[in-house]
């Protein structure tokens, strides 16, 4: 069974940085993607950033430019480097795990979340 922690959440002042962790432990097969996705309180659930385990990276729009999403294959660990952060960026970040399972079937792990605040 696979479990993922998150950590590295916390407050920050507009314009500050965090550094966020995902760790990955159990069987997991060698083909995913891990990302990171954020919800705050009365909106949907929204990506933030995703990368595979080729290195191919995608982001919201949103946070280009001031995000970047990284992983240790080896330590099944995914990072979010959050530069210039802003009060909009305040949300519980999750980490994801798809992956597929037969010719269809998509896979998804979450993390239990972790809390980012954005001061103004």
């Known amino acids: 069974q696979v479990h993922l922690v998150e950590s590295g959440g916390g407050l920050v002042q507009a314009g500050g940085s965090l550094r966020l962790s995902c760790a990955a432990s159990g069987d997991i097969f060698r083909i995913n993607v891990m990302g990171w996705y954020r919800q705050a309180p009365g909106k949907q659930r929204e990506l933030v950033s995703t990368?595979?385990?080729?290195?191919?990276?995608n982001y919201a729009d949103s946070v280009k430019g001031r995000f970047t999403i990284s992983r240790d294959n080896a330590k099944n660990t995914v990072y979010l480097q959050m530069n210039s952060l802003k009060p909009e960026d305040t949300a519980v970040y999750s980490c994801?795990?798809?992956?597929?399972?037969?010719?269809?079937?998509?896979?998804?792990?979450w993390g239990q979340g972790t809390q980012v605040t954005v001061s103004s």
């Open positions: 994801n795990l798809r992956y597929k399972r037969g010719l269809v079937n998509t896979v998804d792990l």
């Open positions: 990368i595979s385990n080729g290195g191919m990276t």
